[in-house]
């Protein structure tokens, strides 16, 4: 079985600050890895999708997540803040003989200060 | 393209009763998956249809139940509603034929308060 384990489960930045939101992973085989954003009483929207090819991805509002194996994470970053990027992330890992089903993790409220 | 499209968006329900949550798919998409979200917590997976059949499932128990009709669309029940099944409950869909690691499009969701 897969999991997803991100760290720090409230994360505080300054506006225009870097975003880092951490996420590590568990599968015995080779992984897809998601980042889903969610606001508020919203369902989930997809950031980014690492599936095998570049192991830097690049996602929606500027955000990226580089996959590195050795280190089994998927974090979650973006150079410059925005007050807009408050919401709640979450980490989540397929594998292909699991079909589409999503393994998510806790998840990370970020909050941007001005 | 309306999205995937969830019903109702919120509803209260008493312990003991069932509830029909529905959910209709992207358009074009042959995958539903259902997820339930208990507050602060991550989406966990209950069942995926496919083709009208359940493929899938989570570690939910029997009372968790649904069906895919052949438009695609689908309903997931609980029976003997239990406090503990208040959660925003998620739908996703997809498309089997894009592959396993295709995007997921999830709704809105809808809310159930059991009291």
């Known amino acids: 079985a897969q999991s997803v384990t991100q760290l720090g489960s409230h994360v505080s930045v300054s506006e225009g600050a870097l975003v880092l939101l951490r996420c590590n992973y568990s599968?015995?085989?080779?992984?897809?890895l998601f980042w889903y954003v969610q606001y508020p009483n919203q369902g989930l929207q997809l950031l980014l999708k690492?599936?095998?090819?570049?192991?830097l991805v690049k996602g929606i509002n500027g955000f990226e997540a580089e996959f590195k194996k050795s280190e089994t994470s998927f974090h979650l970053t973006k150079p410059s803040a925005h007050m807009s990027d408050a919401a709640e992330y979450f980490c989540a890992v397929s594998v292909a003989t699991s079909g589409s089903r999503l393994t998510f993790g806790e998840g990370t409220q970020l909050t941007v200060n001005p | 393209d309306a999205g995937v499209t969830q019903s109702p968006t919120h509803l209260i329900k008493t312990r003991g009763q069932q509830v029909t949550l529905r959910c209709s798919p992207k358009?074009?998409?042959?995958?539903v998956s259902w997820y339930q979200q208990a507050l602060g917590q991550g989406p966990q997976f209950i069942f995926q249809y496919y083709e009208e059949e359940e493929r899938q499932r989570g570690n939910f128990p029997d009372r968790f139940s649904g069906h895919q009709f052949p438009n695609y669309s689908s309903e997931l029940n609980v029976n003997a509603l239990l406090l503990g099944d208040s959660a925003l409950y998620l739908c996703a869909s997809s498309l089997l034929t894009q592959g396993w690691n295709t995007e997921a499009f999830f709704g809105q969701g809808t809310r159930l308060t059991v009291v």
């Open positions: 358009s074009g998409h042959d995958t």
């Open positions: 690492y599936t095998s090819a570049a192991t």
């Open positions: 599968s015995s085989v080779p992984p897809y």
